[in-house]
């Protein structure tokens, strides 16, 4: 589903170049669920961020179900993110002023479904992350954990064959952060989708199935994770 290929991401800060990215190579398979873990500078946000066709990087080339990312017009780009990858972030961002149900659907609608498909969908979706009867309420009535159940939701209704997710655990306590860790595991299972994680979280790590650990911006680990012997 996704192949970094010797991946290097430089930045210029005034007259310094940060190597964030120094030459990553790595596959991830189709369903699989794994997490790319480091300190902060390790290179980790980069590379999700690359794989997320958020960003381009230096050199090397990243590709998304066996297209090449590097070439490509913005358009192209959000095409292919709208088609191929779901997010979850850290702060949620849910849209304010649309309740649970219509965050979800929104997603769907930049497809160009008919609404009773949209309708359909979003409800199936709701009930699978756990949030049935809450699809009216706003994210400021929602508790974080269910907002990032949202998320979930939002993320994968459109059916994508890559969730990245940044830190999903981030804003939440450790209970609320296991629970859902849990759910994105079922989902993980029963969808085939592939989970991609961005953390530092050991806990998050724990439950990864692959653990790929980065170094000052090189791969320094890349094997089973402790919830692949589960």
Known sequence: MVKADN???????????????????????QGEFMSIAGPSGSGKTTLLNLIGCLDTASAGEIYIDGQAVSGRSKNELALLRREKLGFVFQSFNLIPVLTAIENVSFALSLLGLDS??????????MEEVGLKGLEKRFPNELSGGQQQRVAIARALVKDPGIVLADEPTANLDSNTGKDILKLMEELNKKHKTTFIFSTHDSMVMDFAHRLVQLHDGLIAKNGVGKGGGK
Do not use: F
Request: net charge positive; charged share 30%.
């Open 7 to 29: 991946v290097k991401k430089d930045y210029t800060i005034g007259k310094v170049v940060v190597h964030a990215l120094r030459g990553v190579t790595i596959d991830v398979e």
């Open 116 to 125: 009773d498909t949209v309708q359909k969908k979003s409800m199936q979706i």
